[in-house]
């Protein structure tokens, strides 16, 4: 397989009509463009049409993981699209970092199974290829009677869940007395705390950063301010994807697809466009009247009815999370989280530790309409009166924390499937003719992102 791995067309939307299978061939061209339109900048990129076995949407840590495992395949051209100048600008860096253990979600959930995968694989990952990290381990705190009963039963569900590996030999989680709390994190308060060893945190950028150049020394390709705006499953097989660039529209025909446009995901989705399958025949050849099961099987393929029944219309909820710097010094050596919401619209207003072992906490919880808006409102975020009550919900569990010494750091946006009220919701990673699609990709996404791309390839191979 050539390194250079997608193929250009310079004759015009008749290979989009072609229902020759997707390869790579030996005369592509675009050897990692960072920018599609500046591979020869006398020639309009309009002109070029090209050819791909994957076409991933979306550069975030899961856009990104999944493109390196399929272009490490080998054998198969990958592309990675990006609307935004640089990849990773979404939600992957607007998030806590936080390798999570996978203590929370119901047994049988995608949001489980990923994240005790993805923990394992992000440790050895990140060890194999020097990615700052550290197993920093975490304490879910209780304060009232329901709370300590809560962590019991998280407790003996994580024991049965976790399975105890060569990489994590100890017990999944433990509890602390008041005064093991006490001795070990004199600034903490509360009855007793759920140890989880297997949690850490992550730099995430230094991932996405490795992740870009694994995907290029596999022979893949990324190519930046290029945003899907037209999906099509062509009827002869495979995907006409026009995109979006500076220098015009760009038309690319893929085998595959996958969405993996994070807070857009429901957009992509909804945009993909079905065949119109002609009463008397097919472009397969197989006529309408023709009832051998071959005929069943492709049309079945090409059915949007199909499709649509094992895939509803898709509406995404934005929620919010405001994240406070503290300007004093750490009181905790730790991350320390509260006792989570019921139907974990969040995992509370926490205490994380960046990689320089600075304190902050955050996210809240806001349900928005916009979700390209990341500005913080500090006449309500940083106000005097906000910052009064972050404060009095993290002195709960420490109570040391000033909030004069607080401040309005950042924010991201959750991708949700469920509104407010609404209860827990899964992930959604679904195969279908060539098409995966990823939506509701939430917290713990960034946990799970190598664990996805590996279920990823598991739906398509
Ligand atoms: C406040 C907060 C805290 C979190 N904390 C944690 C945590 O501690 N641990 C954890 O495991 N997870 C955490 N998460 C979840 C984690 O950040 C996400 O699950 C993960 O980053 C999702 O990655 P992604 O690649 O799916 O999405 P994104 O990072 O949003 O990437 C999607 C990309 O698709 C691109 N795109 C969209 N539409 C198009 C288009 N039409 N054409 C081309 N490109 C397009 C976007 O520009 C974007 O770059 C948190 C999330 C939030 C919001």
Not at 68 to 74: F, I
Request: charged share 20%; proline share 6%; net charge negative.
């Amino acid at each position: 397989m050539s390194h250079d791995c997608w193929t250009k067309h310079e004759d015009d939307v008749t290979v989009l009509q072609d229902s020759q299978p997707v390869v790579g061939k030996e005369n592509s061209v675009l050897k990692h463009p960072r920018y599609l339109y500046d591979q020869s900048p006398s020639v309009a990129v309009a002109d070029f049409e090209y050819e791909v076995d994957h076409l991933v949407i979306g550069a975030g840590v899961v856009g990104l993981a999944i493109a390196e495992r399929l272009a490490a395949r080998g054998g198969g051209s990958t592309l990675l699209v990006e609307k935004n100048v640089a990849s990773g600008q979404e939600t992957s860096s607007r998030n806590s970092e936080v390798i999570h253990a996978g203590l929370y979600y119901p047994p049988n959930s995608l949001k489980t199974k990923l994240c005790i995968r993805g923990n394992e694989m992000m440790y050895d990952f990140c060890e194999k290829y020097n990615i700052e990290h550290q197993q920093i381990t975490k304490w879910v705190v209780g304060q009232s009677e329901s709370d300590l009963e809560y962590l019991e039963t998280l407790s003996k569900k994580a024991d049965k869940l976790l399975p105890r590996t060569k990489r994590m030999p100890g017990a999944p989680t433990f509890m602390l007395s008041e005064e093991e709390m006490r001795s070990q994190e004199p600034f903490v308060k509360g009855r007793a705390a759920l140890v989880s060893p297997r949690t850490g945190i992550v730099d995430v950028h230094g991932l996405m950063q490795l992740l870009e150049t694994k995907i290029q020394d596999h022979g893949g390709d990324l190519a930046l301010q290029c945003e899907v705006n037209y999906l099509e499953k062509l009827a002869g097989g495979g995907f006409k994807v026009v995109m979006k660039s500076p220098a015009g529209p760009v038309v690319v025909k893929a085998a595959t697809v996958i969405n993996s446009a994070g807070l857009h995901s429901d957009k992509v989705y909804n945009m993909l466009q079905w065949p119109v399958i002609p009463p008397t025949a097919t472009t397969t050849g197989i006529t309408a009247d023709d009832d051998s099961s071959s005929k069943d099987a492709d049309l079945a393929d090409l059915d949007p009815t199909n499709f649509e029944s094992r895939l509803p219309p898709l509406k995404l909820h934005y929620c919010k999370g405001h994240y406070y710097g503290y300007s004093g010094k750490a009181l905790v050596s730790r991350l320390i989280y509260p006792v989570p919401d019921k139907n974990l619209t969040s995992l509370g207003t926490h205490l994380t530790l960046d990689l320089a072992g600075r304190m902050r906490f955050g996210p809240d919880v806001l349900y928005v309409d916009n979700p390209t808006d990341y500005s913080i409102d500090l006449s309500t975020v940083g106000s005097t009166s906000s910052m009064k009550t972050v404060s009095q919900v993290i002195q709960t569990y420490l109570p040391a924390v000033k909030s004069s010494s607080l401040y309005a750091d950042y924010a991201g946006i959750r991708p949700k499937l469920a509104g407010p009220g609404e209860p827990f919701r899964d992930f959604i990673i679904h195969h279908h003719t060539g098409f995966v699609n990823l939506a509701g990709i939430e917290s713990p996404g960034l946990t799970s992102s190598l664990a996805i791309a590996e279920h990823v390839e598991t739906l398509l191979y």
